[in-house]
């Protein structure tokens, strides 16, 4: 395996900063606030965009990168910004060439030949493919033919936001090694996990490269799901809480439109690729009947939410408005008349588990209206 520190020019690819998110103060006062195999789809969004003699180019480098070779060959010069373009590529679209890594040597002139560098010798990946091969066999065991797409996507977001933690690791936490194996992982290694489960499927998904508001380097994927286009941010719905709270997770960034994110939490890099408009309203919480009709009937929703969430082991609860009155008005409703004690009072009236009263945690996301309580079960306040 090639030593990195020995490259020149080299350019990174990827990175990602944490999302780290307080803990809102508890809100004390309720009136104050089977086996499966992975073979590249010619079909695929990015690959379809390229032109012919790009995937001829794409190609060679997808296949020298997975026999680790360490130089892919063309049949001619290729310019350098046109073999950055293809590596980028085949780093994002290839996710199970979990080996390779995301250095690129840039020419200074054309040339025909690529350098490679990987993360992982070639004698350890098979055992790494066993791993990852026994973890997606479990994940996809849990469905059946009757499995819709939507509930495919819905499971694999939860699974990789349940089971894996943001690391600033160099090598794992980039790949869907990291994430399916290790449990540990930064944006594109979220991203590239969901993108392959996405390809096993045979959902058509990308990882995408861009920026968060801050301005530093993000991924994230779009997917295709009956014929409309989405992004989904597994990281984002991943925050890393302090304190921890390893329950918690959210929808606020599945299956959500351009004017959801583009320009205000996410901004996408089309130095080389253009991308399918995501315009689709019927994300998260319109499929799963969480957008209420006005904003006074956000505390009928969160009753009848917060029963059946307690009843299944867990204590978050969400709805999303549909703009920004709504939103003002379910707030007030909630967090100012009382509207949150009486959910909180209808799940101890119903439920065999037993929630504070007049305890819970509150997050506000203004721009997608979402309104979502942590609901605090009672035996957790007797340590206090």
Known sequence: MKKLAAVLLVIMLTGCSKIIEDVPDVNDSLSDSPSVSYEHDDSRYIYSELSAKERE????????????????RFPEKVEPDTLRKLFIAVYYE???????????????????????????????????????????????????????????L??????????????DDENYARTIYGALSKGIAQCVGYAKTFDYLCSLAGIDCMTVMGTNENGLPHSWNIVSLEGKWYHVDCTWDDPILDPVD?????????????????????????????????????????????VPKWGAESGGILKDLAVKRINEGHKDIAVRLKDESAYSVAKTLLFETG?????????????????????????????????????IYKDETKSE
Not at 120 to 145: G, L, N, P, V
Not at 154 to 167: G, K, R
Not at 253 to 276: A, E, R
């Open 57 to 72: 180019y794409y190609d060679i480098i997808a296949a020298a990168a997975r026999a680790h070779e360490e130089t892919a």
């Open 94 to 152: 290839e996710e199970d060439i979990f080996w390779l890594a995301s250095f690129f040597e840039n020419p200074r002139h054309a040339t025909n030949k690529l350098t490679l560098y990987y993360r992982f010798e070639d004698m350890d990946t098979e055992q790494m493919k066993a791993e990852i091969d026994a973890e997606t066999d479990r994940i996809f065991s849990a469905f059946d033919d009757d499995t819709s797409d939507y509930e495919k």
């Open 154 to 167: 819905l499971a694999f977001h939860d699974q990789i936001v349940l089971t894996t933690t943001f690391e």
């Open 246 to 290: 390893e329950e918690f997770f959210r929808h606020y960034y599945f299956l959500v439109k351009d004017s959801d994110i583009l320009g205000i939490t996410h901004s996408l890099d089309t130095q080389y690729f253009t991308y399918p408009a995501c315009t689709a309203d019927d994300n998260y919480y319109v499929r799963e009947g969480l």
């Open 339 to 375: 509207g949150m004690r009486d959910v909180l009072d209808t799940v101890n009236s119903q439920c065999s588990t037993k929630v504070c009263n007049d305890r819970y945690i509150r997050y506000l996301n203004d721009d997608l209206f979402i309104i979502h309580i942590t609901m």
